[in-house]
């Protein structure tokens, strides 16, 4: 049950949305820039990014429904689960590995990332852009997830749901509801 009183049937983050829409829409926003604009990163290995920093914060709602959208744009959920259990061992590039690396640093304390990770992600082809997202991504979904968590969010366990959110995720990005 939610800390407060929000509208009901709108499952994780959407419930706080629905409860103050004008802090929505900027946060909206900025996943759409961040998960779904194009970018160098496809959009699986940036759904993948949040995946993980939502998985090491236990919120059950973002890994899930992120992860659901990773594994709509990379053909099935192998790598999600890959990358949730042991990035380290996943079948990902070794880029991503090493922004993998920044962001499990950030979700643990941005000041957890040091040069050595900057000039190891730089030398697997990583740009600075890639860098900042990565950061931006794994900082936004720290607030996320606190967000989501905080509010005790109704986080429901049926994992066609999810898929379907996956889905709308990936036609539509993230500025309009999927429910």
């Not at 009901?8 to 409860?19: M, Q, R, V, W």
């Not at 991503?96 to 950030?106: E, N």
């Not at 941005?110 to 900057?118: F, I, L, Q, R, S």
């Amino acid at each position: 049950m939610a800390h407060i009183a929000l509208p009901e049937g709108n499952p994780g983050i959407s419930g706080g949305f629905a409860f103050r829409p004008e802090t929505a829409t900027p946060m909206r926003e900025l996943a759409d820039i961040l998960l779904y604009q194009p970018g160098s990163l496809s959009p699986g290995e940036r759904e993948l990014i949040a995946t993980y920093v939502s998985s090491q914060n236990d919120c059950y709602f973002c890994q899930t429904s992120h992860g659901a959208a990773a594994a709509a744009y990379l053909g099935g959920d192998a790598v999600v689960k890959q990358v949730k259990a042991d990035f380290q061992t996943a079948s990902v590039t070794p880029k991503l590995k090493a922004l993998l690396t920044i962001a499990g640093k950030v979700q643990r304390g941005g000041k957890n990332v040091t040069g050595e990770d900057v000039a190891h992600a730089r030398n697997l082809g990583a740009t600075d852009v890639e860098i900042h997202d990565t950061v931006l991504i794994a900082a936004a979904f720290c607030m996320y997830n606190r967000y989501v968590d905080g509010l005790g969010t109704w986080q429901p366990h049926d994992q066609t749901m999810y898929a379907e959110m996956g889905k709308h995720l990936v036609e539509h990005g993230y500025l309009r509801p999927s429910r």
